[in-house]
């Protein structure tokens, strides 16, 4: 009776999560172009198409870069939204209000409109930033934000954290209201200070929730596109390109179906490689906890 049960909302996550992945893995063996696609034909490639993607040196480069600036990003969130929940546990209500208040306006702000206010924050000539950076004498008249990659991919992290942060740091908010107040009161007691009641009593009971959102920011971080897309669409001359953006460039710009498939099913083999130890570490923790 009990996998009678589950059978509904397995064969339905079977349906919608697991053909469309074997699908893919399927296309990635094709030779899927555009005419072929029209036609109804079936071009097996073999390995052909993942050949291509892995003896282009442009691909090690970009999965790097992709590697590096989910890092990059996932620890700039995680930093900031720590801080931000360890704020809103020991401010007064009013400012706890306003500032959580704050949070979900900016969780709440769709990615391509945040997009266009950060473009417009870091425009060359009419931005906001380099004004107020004349302002205080520094020379930034008609500066570039996004004359490089490494410039460009910057300010799309500080979109991706700064967009990251609320959900992460109400979550971690949270987690801090579970723990016993008479904890805090018996460590006050003992002479403990800040340093020592954070890593005693409160670090803890927060560890595997931040290990939760940890691994859900790197899932999240790692297929970004709107962003950076929506920027420079992957410049200027492809220093900001990721692996997602790589996928669209190979299958709908190029119609190289089979080519951006494989690009897909190399992503999911690099996030795992990048994941795997962490997940090992949260699965421990979690059978510690059992």
Known sequence: MPYLLLA????????????????????SFRELTLGEL????????????????LSDPGFWTIALRTVVFTAC?????????????????????????LLQISLLLAWAMPQLAATTVFQWIFDQQFGILNKTL??????????????????????????????????????LYAAL????????????IDGADGWQTFRSITWP???????????????????????????????PSGGSTTLSVLQYLEGIASSRFGVAAAVSVLMVV???????QYVRLLLRSQEGEL
């Open 8 to 27: 509904p909302a397995v064969l339905a996550l079977v349906g919608l999560l697991g053909w469309p992945a074997v699908n893919v893995i399927i296309t």
């Open 38 to 53: 029209v036609r109804g034909e079936v071009v097996w490639a073999g390995f052909d198409n993942y050949a291509t993607v």
């Open 73 to 97: 990003v996932v620890a700039g969130s995680i930093a900031i939204a720590l801080l931000l929940a360890l704020l809103m546990r020991h401010v007064p209500p009013v400012p706890r209000v």
């Open 134 to 171: 004349l302002l205080l004498g520094l020379d930034f008249d008609g500066h570039s934000w996004f004359a490089t990659g490494t410039s460009t991919l910057t300010v799309v992290g500080i979109l991706i954290v700064w967009q990251a942060v609320p959900f992460v740091a109400m979550t």
């Open 177 to 188: 209201l579970s723990v016993p107040g008479d904890l805090y009161e018996s460590a006050g």
């Open 205 to 235: 009971h927060l560890k595997p929730v931040l290990m939760i959102v940890t691994f859900l920011s790197i899932l999240w971080d790692f297929k970004v596109f709107s962003q950076v897309w929506a920027f420079r669409e992957g410049g």
């Open 270 to 276: 690099v996030l795992v490689l990048v994941c795997a």
